[in-house]
């Protein structure tokens, strides 16, 4: 089980938004940084956000990133076929002195 | 251009030390803004992150694992290893390692440091089995 809960599977249709939940305690998300990945079955994660809301060169502006208390959220706006993957949050986590991920969100582009 | 390329057995049986390579280009092991980390992902689970290094050498490792984990790092090769002792057939993964950066950010008038693992190997895939 891991420290970063994220719902398993989402879904929506194209054109349409849809947001990423990531909850997590006061010792990870309620002290550092949340940063977000996507990876497409069978190829390495990719950075999508950092620092909560930060877009690296490259990655469009429908994606977007928040972090309020202890969770954190991913928002797609916009949503095409190819943004079909599997959806990570990390953070720092105190209380095992380690980098933690989040279980992962499936998402479906209907 | 920044890369990182995995390296290591396909295969290992129970019991013996696996040992990957992560040799990094585009960047320099001793730039004390940026670390390296090795991840794992078992088939069809989740990302596990496993230990990270920094220029200045600190280390840090995964607490469910830190007995059987050591990470170090040849500079002049630009190269991490780590190893892991004694595996088991659920060390059966895929294992990426991923270039670690150092941002300075502020908020409420003060600075604070946030890190994030921004490019990463694609991974090499190794089986545990007799």
């Known amino acids: 089980q891991s420290v970063l809960t994220q719902p398993p599977s989402a879904s929506g249709t194209p054109g349409q938004r849809i947001t990423i939940s990531c909850s997590g305690s006061s010792s990870s998300i309620g002290t550092y940084t949340v940063n977000w990945y996507q990876q497409v079955p069978g190829t390495a994660p990719k950075l999508l956000i950092y620092n909560n809301d930060q877009r690296p060169s490259g990655v469009p502006d429908r994606f977007s990133g928040s972090k309020s208390g202890t969770s954190a959220s991913l928002a797609i706006s916009g949503l095409q076929s190819d943004d079909e993957g599997d959806y990570y949050c990390?953070?720092?986590?105190?209380?095992?002195?380690?980098?933690?991920f989040g279980g992962g969100t499936k998402l479906t582009v209907l | 251009q920044v890369t990182l390329k995995e390296s290591g057995p396909v295969v290992v049986k129970p019991t013996e030390t696996l040992t990957l390579t992560c040799t990094v280009s585009g960047f320099s092991l001793s730039d004390a803004r940026m670390g390296v980390s090795w991840i794992r992902q078992p088939p069809g689970k989740a990302l596990e992150w496993l230990a990270r290094?920094?220029?200045?050498?600190?280390?840090s490792y995964s607490t469910s694992l830190k007995r059987s984990l050591t990470i170090s790092k040849d500079t002049s090769k630009s190269q991490v290893v780590l190893t892991l002792t004694n595996v088991d057939p659920v060390d059966t993964a895929t294992y990426f390692c991923?270039?670690?950066?150092?941002?300075?950010?502020?908020?409420?008038?003060?600075?604070?440091?946030?890190?994030?693992?921004?490019?990463w190997g694609k991974g090499t895939t190794v089986t545990v089995s007799s």
């Open positions: 290094i920094f220029s200045n050498d600190e280390k």
């Open positions: 991923a270039r670690i950066r150092r941002g300075t950010g502020m908020t409420s008038g003060y600075y604070y440091s946030y890190y994030y693992m921004d490019v």
């Open positions: 990390a953070t720092w986590d105190d209380s095992l002195s380690g980098w933690v």
